[in-house]
């Protein structure tokens, strides 16, 4: 019973459906007011803000990654036998 009500809904708002797809495609994250504005207008009226608990770009992960992997390699990197001198 809720499958089809569900199904008849989607049915009726399929034009609210693919504009807030295609508002999520360009801007990845928007906010409830937003939905209601499609709902309501067809469409988003009010600006959309970017979070400032944005998910680092594909540049900073790049660094951070390469940062890392610098790491890593300094830590595998044998040292050898103590230099001559060394305490026992």
């Known amino acids: 019973m809720q499958y089809n009500?569900?199904?008849e809904i989607l049915t009726e708002k399929i034009d609210a459906l693919h504009?807030?797809?295609?508002?999520?495609?360009?801007?990845?994250?928007?906010?409830?007011?937003?939905i209601h504005e499609i709902l309501d207008q067809g469409k988003i009226v009010?600006?959309?803000?970017?979070s400032s608990?944005?998910?680092?770009g594909d540049e900073q992960v790049e660094k951070e990654n390469t940062k890392?992997?610098?790491e890593e390699e300094v830590s595998d990197l044998d040292t050898g036998a103590q230099p001559a001198g060394a305490p026992a």
């Open 5 to 7: 009500r569900a199904k």
């Open 53 to 56: 608990n944005e998910v680092p």
């Open 19 to 34: 504009a807030a797809s295609a508002a999520l495609l360009e801007h990845e994250t928007i906010e409830g007011k937003h």
């Open 46 to 50: 009010s600006e959309i803000i970017k």
């Open 68 to 70: 890392q992997e610098k």
